[in-house]
């Protein structure tokens, strides 16, 4: 009864650790390899105007972990803010415009 007993605190304490640790895992399977639309895609440090921390071009497919809304790069639009996607240029987080990215990322990236 007792190496039961020690054998199902050994099988609850596993699967309760894989359960409360998401770890990188669940990150990768919903970032998406998407190919840039257009040259000189700049990547923001958010997703405005802001700083260019880097720039795409035609046919480069960075991984895209999320979107976000936010001011168009030119400033307010009439329609309001548009969507932009997150990746990493030299390891640092920054945003490209969502208009200059292929499907299947426009759309199906979860919320940053």
């Given amino acids: 009864m007792?190496?039961?007993?020690?054998?199902?605190?050994?099988?609850?304490?596993?699967?309760?650790s894989i359960l409360a640790?998401?770890?990188?895992?669940?990150?990768?399977?919903?970032?998406?390899?998407?190919?840039?639309?257009?040259?000189?895609?700049?990547?923001?440090?958010t997703p405005t105007s802001s700083d260019i921390l880097g720039e795409f071009f035609i046919g480069d497919s960075p991984t895209f972990t999320c979107t976000t809304t936010g001011p168009s790069e030119n400033g307010p639009s009439a329609s309001g803010d548009v969507f932009w996607d997150r990746t990493t240029v030299n390891g640092v987080a920054c945003f490209?415009?969502?208009?200059?990215?292929?499907?299947?990322?426009?759309?199906?990236?979860?919320?940053?």
């Fill in 96 to 112: 490209v415009s969502d208009s200059l990215v292929a499907a299947p990322c426009p759309g199906v990236l979860p919320d940053c």
């Fill in 21 to 45: 640790l998401p770890g990188e895992n669940v990150v990768a399977k919903r970032s998406k390899k998407c190919a840039i639309t257009g040259n000189g895609a700049r990547c923001r440090r």
């Fill in 2 to 16: 007792k190496l039961i007993s020690s054998a199902l605190i050994t099988l609850v304490l596993s699967v309760t």
